[in-house]
């Protein structure tokens, strides 16, 4: 079946990393994104990777795609105040379907 | 370029009402999907127009329904609210490809009462 799982929680302190980790189960994924919801808002784009890369860098943001083990993981350096938010993780599969997590939401610790 | 955009924003109805729910996409995509958000399930995909067709479905019964005109515009409509619809309705939109990016909307509070 199509699946994407991910933990609901993360606490991290300012200035740390966080890493944000996602399991999906489909291993006829397309693309893999990682988007951003913050309070009141709709989900942004933070980013994607193509099924056939390793490793994504821009800017604070690395995404790191294990295709053998189906695991995606979203690395944020320097985290901020800012980017406390809920991170979906989500896949792209046939019939133009795209499958989301049920999110990840990031604490800040000052 | 504007962003993608739904109105209205917030909404409150009652159980057994209707309700519509309207998305205008970004210009040039041709593509838009529905999805619903609670906290128990979270996103859950409704269905996605293409060119003023249906093209893909999710789970839904048939209470859900949408549509998109020529200019790309989609409205979602619920028909007899139940409580468990309160949720909030994203609509996100995209050129038209399988490998083109999403983007959502800020979405559509809908609470049952």
């Known amino acids: 079946g199509e699946d994407v799982e991910q933990s609901l929680f993360l606490s991290v302190r300012e200035g740390d990393s966080s890493v944000i980790n996602c399991t999906y189960t489909d291993s006829s994924s397309t693309y893999l994104y990682w988007y951003k919801q913050e309070p009141g808002a709709g989900l942004q784009l933070l980013t994607y990777i193509f099924s056939n890369m390793d490793m994504k860098q821009d800017q604070r943001l690395t995404v790191l795609l294990n295709k053998k083990d189906k695991h995606l993981s979203l690395r944020i350096a320097d985290t901020q105040t800012g980017d406390s938010a809920i991170y979906f993780c989500?896949?792209?599969?046939?019939?133009?379907?795209?499958?989301f997590g049920k999110g990840t939401r990031l604490h800040i610790l000052p | 370029k504007a962003g993608v955009t739904q109105t209205p924003r917030y909404l409150i109805k009652t159980r057994g009402q209707q309700v519509t729910l309207s998305c205008s996409p970004i210009s040039g995509h041709r593509s838009v999907s529905w999805y619903q958000q609670t906290p128990g399930q979270g996103l859950q995909f409704l269905f996605e127009?293409?060119?003023?067709?249906?093209?893909n479905k999710g789970n839904f019964p048939g209470r859900f329904s949408g549509r998109q005109f020529s200019n790309s515009r989609s409205e979602m409509n619920v028909s007899t609210l139940e409580l468990g619809d309160s949720a909030l309705y994203l609509c996100?939109?995209?050129?038209?490809?399988?490998?083109?990016?999403?983007?959502f909307g800020p979405g559509t509070r809908l609470t049952v009462l």
């Open positions: 127009y293409f060119s003023e067709t249906q093209r």
């Open positions: 989500a896949e792209s599969i046939r019939d133009d379907k795209i499958i």
């Open positions: 996100a939109s995209k050129r038209g490809s399988n490998t083109d990016t999403q983007y």
